[in-house]
Each structure stands twice: as C-alpha cells, then as structure tokens.
C-alpha cells in the first residue's frame, strides 16, 4: 500500500477537534478537510463535552491545554461514557500529561509541533481500530517478517518457529491489540503482571529486549517494537 494521504473507506468520518489555538485549528482544518474529513470545531473543554455528546463524532482530537477545564479532565468525562477514539495534542514541555492522558483512556497522542503525514497516519490508526475486532477474528497476525498464530498461541519470524515464554508472548499480544498505538508502560505492566506492578518499568525494558532479541533483525535498531521515550511502546505495522 502506498503512503498516500488519500482517505479510502474513512472518507467522511466526522472529526471533533478542540483546540483553543487558532492557527492550529487552521492548520488542522486545511489538511483534514482535503483529505475528505469532516471537521468540527470546539475551542474549550465544556464546549467540547457538549459537542461529543451532540455531534457524535467518529474521533476526538484533544488540546490538553484549554482555557477552561484541561484536556486531561475533558478525557476523564469523556471515558466515563463513550469509547470515542481520542488522539490528544501535547506541548513538548508537558511530558507528563500525555502518559496521564494516555492512562485515563486517550489512544494516542502527538506532540506540537507534528507533521500532516504522522497525523493522518495516527487519525488512520484509531479510525481503522475502531471499526475491526480484529483481536477476535483474526486467528494469524502478519507484521513485517513476524507471523503469530493467536490461536494456537505459536510465533514465527521468516519461516521458522521461534519460542517466547508466556511472558514475552502476553507483551507481544498485548502490542498485538494496540496495532499501531502507542502503549503506556503503565497500561502494559497492568495488562501483563497486574496493578500492583504499575511501578515496574524494568520489568518492561527486560523484557522487551527479550522479545526484541528473539524477533528483530537487529534489536539494537528495532523496526517495530518501538520505544516511545518517557510514555511506553508501539508496534509499529505497516498502513
Ligand atoms: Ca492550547
């Protein structure tokens, strides 16, 4: 498939974006709108919830700095009630607010300033995985060289069978779910040990070199378990 920013089936989704800088929203408005995206506009947190709850859109994109509630208690609100894909907006300088926001429910973020093929890619991403259930319908998952066969829980790299231990291959399905999403570390030391983990970041980098190890070409310059420094992993697959 090509790289194109043309939309395909996702031609008319409708796009809340809420936003208080304007020439974010211009810039926003300018490529959404070209690449078949309704878009509709929101420019404070409360006006934003109103808007969700009217408009019924196809996905949320979220500032966290608004002028009235911050984007993080507009997520909280939110996924009290709707599972609405949201990717949320952050300030370079405002690290930790992301890993909240992805904690409390967002599916991806981008930090300002971020580039018109990384967000149509991201809008893309959370679109497609909000319209499969693939997780449940799909017994073989193919990304680059690496076929895993969920249901009888066996993994491949090339042609040949490679053995992960139960704790490699949960990491594993785990990114599996998220294709293409960004995971907190907190989300996956929750998924994978449980909540009395959450703290245990070595956990992950131990492990994930593990499973680097086993299935990438090189570990050190990884193709798709990839690190997203101070938030958590993704696997990245091919659009
Ligand atoms: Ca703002």
């Given at each position: 498939?090509?790289?194109?920013?043309?939309?395909?089936?996702?031609?008319?989704?409708?796009?809340?974006?809420?936003?208080?800088?304007?020439?974010?929203?211009?810039?926003?408005?300018?490529?959404?709108?070209?690449?078949?995206?309704?878009?509709?506009?929101?420019?404070?947190?409360?006006?934003?919830?109103?808007?969700?709850?009217?408009?019924?859109?196809d996905l949320?994109?979220?500032?966290?700095?608004?002028?009235?509630?911050?984007?993080?208690?507009?997520?909280?609100?939110?996924?009290?009630?709707?599972?609405?894909?949201?990717?949320?907006?952050?300030?370079?300088?405002?690290?930790?607010?992301?890993?909240?926001?992805?904690?409390?429910?967002?599916?991806?973020?981008?930090?300002k300033p971020?580039?018109?093929?990384?967000?149509?890619?991201?809008?893309?991403?959370?679109?497609?995985?909000?319209?499969?259930?693939?997780?449940?319908?799909?017994?073989?998952?193919?990304?680059?060289?690496?076929?895993?066969?969920?249901?009888?829980?066996?993994?491949?790299?090339?042609?040949?069978?490679?053995?992960?231990?139960?704790?490699?291959?949960?990491?594993?399905?785990?990114?599996?779910?998220?294709?293409?999403?960004?995971?907190?570390?907190?989300?996956?030391?929750?998924?994978?040990?449980?909540?009395?983990?959450?703290?245990?970041?070595?956990?992950?980098?131990?492990?994930?070199?593990?499973?680097?190890?086993?299935?990438?070409?090189?570990?050190?310059?990884?193709?798709?378990?990839?690190?997203?420094?101070?938030?958590?992993?993704?696997?990245?697959?091919?659009?």
């Amino acid at each position: 498939m090509t790289q194109s920013a043309r939309p395909n089936s996702q031609a008319g989704a409708v796009i809340l974006l809420i936003e208080d800088d304007t020439q974010i929203r211009r810039f926003l408005r300018t490529t959404l709108t070209s690449s078949g995206y309704r878009l509709i506009e929101s420019t404070s947190g409360q006006d934003g919830l109103h808007q969700v709850s009217t408009q019924h859109p196809d996905l949320i994109i979220l500032d966290l700095g608004l002028p009235d509630i911050d984007g993080l208690e507009v997520t909280e609100q939110l996924r009290a009630w709707t599972s609405t894909p949201i990717i949320v907006l952050s300030a370079r300088d405002k690290e930790g607010d992301k890993v909240r926001a992805l904690d409390l429910g967002a599916d991806d973020y981008l930090t300002k300033p971020f580039g018109t093929e990384e967000l149509l890619a991201r809008i893309r991403v959370s679109l497609r995985h909000m319209q499969q259930t693939l997780w449940i319908e799909t017994p073989v998952y193919a990304f680059d060289n690496v076929r895993v066969d969920l249901e009888h829980r066996r993994v491949y790299v090339d042609e040949g069978e490679v053995h992960l231990t139960p704790i490699e291959y949960k990491l594993l399905t785990t990114l599996i779910r998220f294709a293409g999403r960004v995971v907190t570390q907190r989300q996956l030391l929750k998924e994978i040990w449980g909540p009395t983990y959450e703290k245990e970041t070595h956990y992950l980098r131990i492990y994930m070199g593990q499973l680097r190890h086993k299935l990438e070409a090189d570990p050190a310059q990884p193709r798709f378990l990839i690190t997203e420094p101070g938030v958590g992993y993704r696997l990245k697959v091919d659009e």
